[in-house]
């Protein structure tokens, strides 16, 4: 396994606003994803995060809502843009080394955001 | 459709072994059986996982049946830490590396 390490862990946001988690892993990796998970419900994922170019998301979600970076193989970040009330939810960054079937992600323990 | 179906809840009394079943009737020959659990505020935590043959490792048992249509993950002694709500997973989103999460089940422990 590794240290996945998130920032921020909480936050309270301004509906309108934009806020930035990073994603901070002490290995390099090759996979790196966010996932969503809203108040009493299970995980939803939002995208893979690809090194060196855009991030291949799934569906119901976009780039101009959920803009991710993933400049090198340690570090990711996810940005949750325009807010409404609607995003609140705890934000997941997860990792796994290889891409072979079978393989096992990890993740970090969240970024827990409230907008009001 | 959900590739897993799962008890929404169950319960178990501390000490004792929990037996928690899902159901996978679609999956495919080269798909791997995940799961996961996620304890209260904390993000989710492997468990343990398997293709073919049942696995056991320091955490948990998994028992998958011939037919591979369902697993049952054997939690050998309940403890009050492992009240949490468990993932079964064999969707992978038509690639090899992406884990698809159901709605799992929720495990209470009474003392």
């Known amino acids: 396994s590794a240290v996945i390490s998130q920032k921020p862990s909480r936050d309270i946001c301004q509906r309108g606003t934009s806020l930035t988690i990073q994603c901070q892993v002490d290995s390099q990796v090759t996979m790196m994803f966010w996932y969503r998970q809203q108040p009493g419900q299970s995980l939803t994922l939002i995208a893979t995060a690809n090194q060196g170019s855009e991030a291949t998301y799934e569906s119901g979600f976009v780039i101009d809502k959920f803009p991710i970076s993933r400049p090198n193989l340690t570090f990711s970040t996810l940005t949750v843009s325009n807010m409404s009330p609607e995003d609140s939810s705890i934000y997941l960054c997860?990792?796994?080394?290889?891409?072979?079937?079978?393989?096992?992600?990890?993740f970090g323990e969240g970024s827990w955001l409230t907008v009001v | 459709d959900a590739k897993t179906t799962q008890p929404n809840s169950m319960e178990s009394n501390e000490e004792e072994p929990v037996h928690l079943p899902c159901n996978h009737s679609t999956i495919s020959g080269t798909d791997y059986i995940h799961w996961y659990r996620q304890l209260p505020s904390q993000g989710p935590e492997y468990v343990i996982h398997?293709?073919?043959s049942n696995v056991n490792n320091r955490m948990a048992s998994l028992a998958i049946a011939e037919d591979r249509k369902s697993s049952t993950l054997i939690l050998h002694r309940a403890t009050l830490r492992d009240a949490a709500v468990y993932y079964c997973i064999t969707d992978y989103g038509g690639a090899t590396n992406k884990l698809i999460f159901g709605t799992g089940t929720l495990l209470a422990v009474q003392p």
């Open positions: 398997g293709l073919t």
């Open positions: 997860s990792v796994g080394w290889t891409a072979e079937p079978g393989n096992t992600i990890y």
